[in-house]
């Protein structure tokens, strides 16, 4: 039993039960309409501590980037920062490089995009 006192200062006895309230597992299905096999998503992970207040952008060839000006990518973690595009088709090419600020390129070559989850660790 558990009492607790009401607004207008009377108490109230509950009894107390313990329920299961958490939902069974079930498993995750496509929203209705949408195919599966239609629905690719493309990520891109850039791992760099760029230091607090910078951020980071991706530019590049392919799935709507562009070399001429950046998209800001979302920051996750201290040193995570992601973008993704969805509905990508299985012959789509990218090519990028990310920047801090939109402003400073990341040093090497290219980074290309071969799979749905790319990984990279940019210098700068």
Not at 11 to 16: I, Q, Y
Not at 31 to 39: D, E, F, L, R, Y
Not at 99 to 114: P, V
């Amino acid at each position: 039993m558990h009492a607790s006192k009401t607004d207008s200062g009377k108490f109230v006895t509950k009894k107390e039960t313990n329920v299961n309230t958490s939902r069974p597992d079930t498993v995750k299905r496509p929203a209705v309409g949408i195919s599966k096999q239609n629905s690719k998503t493309l990520l891109v992970v850039a791992r760099a501590n760029i230091g607090f207040g910078n951020r980071l952008y991706i530019r590049g060839d392919g799935c709507g980037l562009s070399w001429d000006k950046g998209i800001e990518m979302k920051c996750t973690n201290d040193d995570c920062w992601q973008w993704e595009f969805k509905d990508v088709s299985s012959k789509t090419n990218l090519e990028f490089k990310v920047l801090i600020n939109d402003e400073i390129w990341s040093t090497g070559e290219n980074y290309t995009a071969s799979s749905k989850n790319n990984e990279v660790c940019p210098t700068f």
